[in-house]
């Protein structure tokens, strides 16, 4: 994302176009994300990407206008307008250094270029790096009823120290506290990315802040005093980074309200690459306790990193503790640095989700979906009729008009079918660059990716390894007989599969040749049943 010439001439049309469709829905009661007439009407679908866009720029998915983006920041809400940031280094790739660039937002689809709002190096501590923006509501810090408080990581000669900074323009630009750092390294390597919660019931600001193998809590009443409250350790993870924790009702029931503690890590040791996993359990104002020593893992796929979560503080309280929004970095450190993307480095952001906790085979887990208001840029859909698929195909399905789409898919595999896998190939330019598959004897769906673009074989066996994700066939008869749901979000340079509702994700980036996108089935053996597949364009959120 980013500005662009060639959208300036036609901003001015498009705003009107949404006040005036929003101002409709607003009549009308109209409810997108949670909230009745604050979203934007609508986009003209088939809006075509920037002028000049590189072959792999995406058309609705954050971006930089130019060079290197990294960890999301968590947002926040003012005045109906949802303020986020994400790390990023306009000297990349000869000079180093993050700072914090500024997008708004009103639907969390459309975005709008702020510029810097924390600059690196001006305060003699180095540059600026992941940590967390809270509105102080009560001033509990000084500097103003609703100031916005940052707490980040600064490093400085490889020392990381935590620094506070303060905005009293609602999030637009930030004064470094004269006191900085608020808290100063205790002598440890990795000690960064504090996550800042409020606690409202023990009356305190809480922080948590990867150290190593282990996450810290601190505490403080004015987000400039902290104190050392406990930890929670996890070996087999690798270096922890970008904690989160937070609230959710399980199966939607307030009486069951449970706390959730998530960390990026590195699943190597589980055949896994590195994602974000997750715990839930209790918080007693000091410490977490999980309830069960096993993690689980909020994405399967290659290319989700750093993610964020947030809630709605317009929704009523049942609502607001029913669901949270989400995002993560799509990128892998792997191969972060040699992408083949030319008019931008860093990879991009997922498309906001919507988590909800949800037992699932007996186990509270986070599921996700796509935010409701995704649904602004979608054309006018192709659908087909059910029919088998073979080792030879399901014959003709519709040809993407481009790059972006969405694709919602219901397979079955009914008792007298003999297919075990099913697989739906995405090609561009006559090469598959994506595999999506479902396997029904072992209830996995996969996700696997080509290196069909001359250089991108360069980026390893973590790019091209088959990634799964276990979600067992729903309504069988028998073990390996039912129906399994997933829906795909392309886009140009990445895929995004939700299975089952969401049960299980799969992110990864991917790479096509340049030429006409076709989608194709096929099995493994046997015959299974395509019940249902609708193909839906998707515009580009500028």
Request: hydrophobic fraction near 35%; charged fraction near 25%; proline fraction near 6%.
């Amino acid at each position: 994302m980013g500005p662009r010439a060639f959208w300036i001439a036609v901003a001015g049309v498009l705003v009107l176009l949404l006040a005036v469709a929003a101002a409709v829905n607003l009549a009308s009661g109209a409810r997108q994300d949670g909230q009745k007439g604050t979203e934007p009407a609508p986009a003209p679908p088939g809006i075509s990407r920037p002028e000049g866009a590189s072959q792999f720029r995406p058309g609705y998915h954050l971006t930089p206008a130019k060079e290197w983006m990294n960890d999301p920041q968590r947002p926040f809400l003012l005045d109906g307008v949802w303020h986020y940031y994400y790390l990023y280094n306009a000297d990349h790739p000869e000079g180093n250094g993050t700072e914090w660039y500024h997008v708004t937002s009103t639907d969390l689809v459309h975005w709008k270029d702020e510029g810097v709002a924390i600059e690196k190096f001006k305060n003699g501590l180095g540059d600026v790096e992941t940590g967390s923006a809270v509105v102080d509501h009560d001033n509990t810090a000084g500097f103003g009823k609703d100031a916005v408080i940052a707490v980040l990581t600064q490093q400085d000669k490889g020392v990381q120290r935590q620094s506070l900074f303060y905005s009293t323009d609602k999030g637009f630009t930030f004064k470094a506290y004269d006191r900085n750092p608020v808290m100063d390294n205790p002598g440890q390597q990795n000690w960064r990315d504090p996550k800042i919660i409020r606690d409202d019931a023990n009356r305190q600001w809480v922080m948590a802040l990867a150290e190593g193998e282990k996450i810290g809590f601190y505490t403080s009443k004015d987000l400039k005093d902290w104190r050392y409250a406990s930890s929670f350790e996890r070996k087999g993870l690798g270096v922890l980074e970008c904690p989160d924790l937070f609230q959710l009702d399980l199966d939607g029931d307030p009486a069951k309200r449970t706390w959730v503690l998530a960390a990026s890590a590195n699943g190597s040791e589980e055949g896994r690459t590195t994602g974000v996993a997750y715990w839930t359990g209790k918080w007693d104002g000091a410490a977490f306790t999980a309830a069960d020593e096993t993690h689980q893992w909020l994405d399967a796929g290659s290319d989700f990193y750093a993610a964020v979560t947030w809630d709605d503080p317009r929704l009523p309280a049942g609502e607001r503790m029913a669901s949270r929004h989400a995002t993560g970095w799509m990128n892998n450190w792997d191969y972060a640095r040699k992408l083949p993307t030319t008019d931008w480095q860093g990879g991009a952001d997922s498309i906001v989700r919507d988590i909800r906790l949800k037992t699932v085979h007996g186990r509270p887990s986070l599921v996700s979906a796509p935010t409701a208001s995704m649904s602004v840029l979608e054309g006018t859909p192709e659908t087909v009729g059910e029919r088998q698929v073979t080792p030879n195909g399901a014959g003709e399905l519709p040809a993407p008009k481009s790059g972006a789409y969405r694709l919602d898919v219901t397979l079955e595999r009914r008792p007298d079918d003999d297919g075990s896998e099913a697989l739906l190939k995405l090609t561009s330019g006559s090469a598959d660059f994506a595999t999506v598959g479902y396997n029904f004897e072992e209830g996995k769906a996969s996700l696997s990716r080509a290196a069909v673009v001359p250089g991108v074989e360069a980026l390893g066996p973590v790019f091209t390894d088959r990634r799964t994700a276990a979600s067992p066939p729903r309504n069988g008869t028998a073990p390996g007989r039912g129906t399994v749901e997933l829906t795909l979000f392309v886009d140009y340079s990445s895929v995004e599969v939700f299975v089952n509702g969401g049960e299980q994700t799969l992110t990864s980036l991917v790479f096509p040749r340049s030429g006409q996108h076709t989608l194709s089935t096929t099995t493994f053996g046997g015959s299974v049943l395509l019940k249902s597949f609708r193909y839906t364009p998707l515009a580009a959120a500028r």
